[in-house]
């Protein structure tokens, strides 16, 4: 069973940059989907951003323009530039790996993003 581990998450000003990361166990190149989600306290867990296995890229519209994910298969890790944060941004940001065959939908344990205005 593959484990996503996610770091880089802080304390950041409104308008600073936070790049996460998501270091997976194993080869990410079969996973079709890779993706960012983010839970803030009361609310329900939301995609923020996510890549294909073809590196189609998908975002929020609440973060389309400021934040970027890329993936880097050789390094079996995926990224999350933050840039422009904002007090909206704090949340706990999870990984999330994504395959049709086999069916799998793995999960990362959350890293805090917190944004001071």
């Known amino acids: 069973q593959v484990r996503l581990v996610e770091s880089g998450g802080g304390l950041v000003q409104a308008g600073g940059s936070l790049r996460l990361s998501c270091a997976a166990s194993?080869?990410?190149?079969?996973?079709?989907?890779m993706g960012w989600f983010r839970q803030a306290p009361g609310k329900q867990r939301d995609l923020v951003a996510s890549?294909?296995?073809?590196?189609?890229?998908n975002y929020a519209d609440s973060v389309r323009g400021r934040f970027t994910i890329s993936r880097d298969n050789a390094k079996n890790t995926v990224y999350l530039q933050l840039n422009s944060l904002k007090s909206e941004d704090t949340a706990v940001y999870y990984c999330?790996?994504?395959?049709?065959?086999?069916?799998?939908?793995?999960w990362g344990q959350g890293t805090q993003v917190t944004v001071s205005s």
């Open positions: 194993r080869s990410i190149s079969t996973f079709d989907d």
């Open positions: 890549i294909t296995i073809g590196s189609i890229m």
């Open positions: 999330n790996a994504r395959s049709n065959i086999p069916h799998l939908d793995i």
